[in-house]
């Protein structure tokens, strides 16, 4: 009796954890407008309901790939490096995006005096991750 309770709480604990996700994704998707922003960019207005699409199911592919254990094995090494440029890319352009919106940069150079500096406070900033991350594969991991 006592396990069924705890496997149906389980049940209950997920879906909530989900749900919370899942609503948490969709508001950042709506407040920040990502999709018609990048339907904008692109000049696809057309399009949105692909990039839509896409969003949706690159979700649920990743969903299932996560809970049915599906391994990529890849064995060039080389093409695997060129995956993560792209992650990284994609990553860069995400927080670029957001950055954008949400107009931290901006604000923080004028109220601190700095927007003749703004070109070498992005390349800081840009520099500074890059290191970090260097950082925390090569020596952090090991």
Do not use: H
């Not at 989900?18 to 948490?24: I, K, R, T």
């Not at 299932?64 to 990529?72: G, T």
């Not at 390349?123 to 991991?141: H, P």
């Amino acid at each position: 009796m006592i396990e069924c309770m705890t496997d149906i709480f389980l049940v209950l604990l997920g879906l909530a954890g989900g749900l919370a996700v899942g609503s948490g994704l969709v508001a950042l998707l709506i407040v920040f407008d990502l999709i018609p922003r990048l339907a904008q960019l692109a000049g696809a207005y057309r399009m949105s309901a692909w990039f839509e699409s896409a969003l949706i199911g690159g979700s649920l592919f990743f969903t299932f790939a996560d809970f049915l254990d599906w391994k990529l094995s890849v064995p060039f090494g080389p093409l695997l490096g060129g995956i993560g440029l792209l992650d990284g890319i994609f990553i860069g352009m995400l927080a670029a995006a957001l950055t954008e919106v949400i107009n931290v940069l901006p604000i923080l150079a004028k109220r601190m005096n700095l927007s003749s500096y703004m070109v070498a406070l992005v390349m800081a900033m840009v520099i500074g991750k890059t290191i970090g991350s260097l950082f925390d594969w090569f020596i952090y991991q090991w």
